[in-house]
């Protein structure tokens, strides 16, 4: 089950900009989509658990991470902002290219975005915006699953994802874009117990 859209209409980042704020929408494709309503209090402590590492890696360096809500524009060409259609809030995104950040957020691909599944967005995540990622280059993705405690992740040869690499929640787990980040499982579990 995906999730729903707030109509039939194609959108840009030049009306998103302009909705109310107390309802969340994501664009991909120019579909509207609403968000869920707040993630559970395990999906924070995980999301929290995993930005906080990737900051503490990345400190002093070029890279930067994010948390959402924070919008990612993926546009198709060289478009103006108010022109792009795709527009996403991924759980955590590490974005190393400076320019790429501005006061609205990031336009263009992050290298590493981390999705932290929940019930109600899985099927969404893994379909719609995982093909978003892919169409605009995201380097890498993590399908975070806090119930059975793995992670599929997928990286970009270039031209598309190959196939996910599933990994269980033990030791620790580096990032292939932004190999001087690794993930210590261990101290995510307990935040999830």
Known sequence: MGLPRRDTIHHTYGEYRTWPEDVRYELVDGCAY???PAPSVDHQRVSFAIARQIADALQGRSCEAFIAPFDVRLPRGDEADDAVDTVVQPDISVVCDPAKID???CRGAPDWVIEVLSPATAAH?????LAAYERAGVKEVWFVHPTDRTVAVYVHDGTRYGRPKVAAWEGTLASEA???VSIEWERIAPASK
């Open 125 to 129: 995540d893994q379909s719609v915006k």
């Open 178 to 180: 932004v190999p001087t």
């Open 103 to 105: 006061t609205r957020g």
């Open 34 to 36: 609403l968000m869920a």
